[in-house]
């Protein structure tokens, strides 16, 4: 929310600006203005997770122009501000307002003037916060935080705000210094008179009047206020020359960093004239005492791991050939040599066989039967005749409950060779499943 602090603040300005101009301390009159610029509605358009932070961020705004060293009409109008800004906020419970422990002897004597000057509408609207409680005494005027910020933000304040020093002006004025003038006159004429008649001699005492008293007090309360004018207008050229002077504090001290790095790279890239002649002469020595020459520091290669147990480690006959074979292991839970699991699986493989064979003889041989059974019961109704097969086959075309019957007579005569070519899928499917099986394993 301090992204809108700035515009919170310009709206609060220009509304004691408009009641500043009506030279007046009264509420209506600042209500009147409130209601005209329709000040309320600087709560509208906040979502729900940020209704307090606004209304803290507003209250903290508000509450500067409530405190010295504005004037006594400012300060009435901030008094308002925070009042009607308590009343409006659209935050539950409402946000207090912040107010330090240092301030409050401020607030007290803001309270006894307006006593003093009968403003009892200050002086009601003050005592309607404390009853409802609006100030939260706190040991800071703001939450104290880490300064992110290198240079901190001044807010700027307006001098039309401000209260002036302007008491020794009020105090010494030409009507002040004119009376004074004429006092001292008659205060040292009294006394060279009484001191003439006394004694004829001069009386020191006469010179410890001061002369010149109402000059010199004139021309210090035009000091002051020179004073005064030039110190407002230093501050204004320290504020626009601040961020300038920070820059160029920086620029500078970049520069200083970057001659100090080129002095010291300068300085160890380039040796010295006796060193490099001493250089000459070492890598002389060592080119005549060495057949290959080296230049600058070699690199030391390390051997490997594999070669360095190849060389510690001396192992001999059958144990080093079978050490540099490659271990190739298939199952790892198999418990037994490759020739017993070779034997197993010739065994089995010859008992799915043999199963496979009587299933197929086995098939071969009720086929031989029920061609059997066939050609037997064929031979009996070939000698019987024609007449008593038409016989029968009326018989059950005139008796329907027969059907099962008739049914079995019909599956007599289906073809023998679609019941051999069922036997012969039959055993086809089953020799394959096994031979599939025995595979997989």
């Not at 009435?76 to 307002?97: R, T």
């Not at 004429?189 to 001061?210: E, F, G, H, M, W």
Request: glycine share 4%; net charge positive; with cysteine.
């Amino acid at each position: 929310m301090d992204f809108c602090g700035k515009q919170v603040k310009a709206d609060c300005e220009q509304l004691l600006k408009r009641f500043q101009r009506t030279q007046s301390v009264r509420f209506e009159i600042f209500a009147r203005i409130w209601r005209e610029m329709k000040f309320s509605q600087i709560f509208y358009g906040t979502v729900n997770h940020e209704k307090r932070k606004f209304s803290r961020l507003i209250l903290d705004v508000a509450s500067v122009f409530f405190l010295p060293p504005f004037s006594f009409q400012i300060r009435v109008g901030g008094l308002y501000l925070l009042y009607s800004l308590y009343q409006c906020q659209n935050a539950s419970p409402s946000e207090q307002i912040r107010l330090a422990l240092k301030d409050w002897a401020d607030v007290k004597t803001f309270e006894k003037d307006a006593t003093v000057a009968q403003h009892f509408d200050v002086i009601y609207i003050l005592q309607q916060l404390m009853f409802c409680k609006a100030f939260h005494f706190t040991a800071t005027p703001s939450l104290l935080t880490y300064n992110k910020k290198r240079k901190v933000e001044r807010s700027p304040m307006h001098e039309e705000f401000m209260e002036r020093v302007s008491r020794p002006q009020e105090l010494v004025n030409i009507e002040l210094l004119e009376e004074m003038d004429n006092i001292h006159q008659h205060y040292e004429n009294l006394k060279a008179s009484t001191l003439s008649l006394t004694s004829a001699q001069q009386d020191p005492s006469v010179s410890l009047i001061r002369k010149n008293l109402v000059p010199q007090l004139r021309s210090a309360v035009v000091d002051f206020y020179n004073w005064q004018k030039r110190k407002d207008s230093v501050d204004e050229e320290e504020d626009s020359s601040e961020g300038t002077s920070s820059q160029q504090e920086c620029s500078k001290r970049a520069g200083l960093l970057a001659s100090i790095k080129s002095k010291a790279y300068g300085q160890a890239a380039e040796a010295s004239k006796s060193r490099r002649h001493r250089q000459v002469e070492v890598d002389s020595t060592n080119y005549e005492a060495r057949s290959a020459p080296t230049l600058g520091r070699s690199r030391i290669t390390k051997p490997s791991l594999k070669a360095r147990t190849s060389e510690n480690l001396h192992i001999s006959g059958d144990l080093w050939t079978e050490a540099m074979t490659t271990t190739k292991i298939s199952r790892l839970a198999q418990l037994e040599s490759a020739g017993d699991g070779k034997r197993d699986q010739a065994r089995l493989y010859f008992v799915c066989l043999l199963t496979g064979l009587c299933c197929v003889f086995i098939g071969w041989l009720v086929l031989f039967m029920f061609f059997f059974l066939k050609i037997n019961r064929n031979s009996t109704k070939s000698s019987s005749g024609p007449e008593e097969t038409a016989q029968h086959w009326s018989c059950c075309s005139e008796h329907p409950l027969k059907s099962d019957m008739c049914f079995a007579i019909v599956i007599n005569h289906v073809d023998i060779f679609t019941f051999f070519f069922f036997i012969m899928l039959l055993n086809y499917f089953l020799i394959n499943s096994l031979v599939v099986t025995l595979q997989l394993q």
